[in-house]
T-cell receptor, first 114, second 114 residues
Framework: SAVISQKPSRDICQRGTSLTIQCQVD?????MFWYRQQPGQSLTLIAT?????????ESGFVIDKFPISRPNLTFSTLTVSNMSPEDSSIYLC???????????FGPGTRLTVL | GENVEQHPSTLSVQEGDSAVIKCTYS??????FPWYKQELGKRPQLIID?????GEKKDQRIAVTLNKTAKHFSLHITETQPEDSAVYFC?????????????FGQGTILTVHP
């Protein structure tokens, strides 16, 4: 299975600021995704991080708010821009194993916006 | 878009009893149905999945059944143990797209009493 790390593991931020979350995988993978898990809630897909092209966003999520980079097949970043308390969530990256079609999640980044 | 309904939201059982969690989905094109277990403060972990070309899959004490006609699938845990206590999420891939683009159910908090 893929080993996924995220940085930071948690952060407390002031409203109006931005935070960039990093996701690193120990092997090359084609498909990477970003999910959000609001407190006590289920997981919601934010976007697919495409290598070499713009991310594909799900309904309700826009690039200006959640810009994503995918410079290579092992790394991606998600930025939460102009944060408000409603952005307080756990943000998880995930990858789809190229040979297993199984999805693995990173440990998550717990974000609190004051 | 895809809608996944999960029931019950909470489930309390005695150690050794069986637990059943059910999910219904709306998109007939969905063809991948994973179940994730999330312990408190940890990332979701895949415990079992089923693809639409099979009706049932079993892995030791865990089984998943799929009824594509009725658009529902269920997780069965037998001989429950206190370590099974966690939040369980069902999911499916709307539109039969990538196995990484998942729509999740609302989650079931399972408590196994010793």
């Amino acid at each position: 299975s893929a080993v996924i790390s995220q940085k930071p593991s948690r952060d407390i931020c002031q409203r109006g600021t931005s935070l960039t979350i990093q996701c690193q995988v120990d092997s090359q993978v084609t498909m990477m995704f970003w999910y959000r898990q609001q407190p006590g809630q289920s997981l919601t897909l934010i976007a697919t991080a495409n290598q070499g092209s713009e991310a594909t966003y799900e309904s309700g999520f826009v690039i200006d708010k959640f810009p994503i980079s995918r410079p290579n097949l092992t790394f991606s970043t998600l930025t939460v821009s102009n944060m408000s308390p409603e952005d307080s969530s756990i943000y998880l990256c995930s990858v789809l194993g190229d040979d297993t079609d199984t999805q693995y999640f990173g440990p998550g980044t717990r974000l609190t916006v004051l | 878009g895809e809608n996944v309904e999960q029931h019950p939201s909470t489930l309390s059982v005695q150690e050794g009893d069986s637990a059943v969690i059910k999910c219904t989905y709306s998109d007939s094109a969905s063809n991948y149905f994973p179940w994730y277990k999330q312990e408190l403060g940890k990332r979701p972990q895949l415990i079992i999945d089923i693809r639409s070309n099979v009706g049932e899959k079993k892995d030791q004490r865990i089984a998943v059944t799929l009824n594509k006609t009725a658009k529902h699938f269920s997780l069965h845990i037998t001989e429950t143990q206190p370590e099974d206590s966690a939040v369980y999420f069902c999911a499916t891939n709307a539109g039969g797209t990538s196995y990484g683009k998942l729509t999740f159910g609302q989650g079931t908090i399972l408590t196994v009493h010793p």
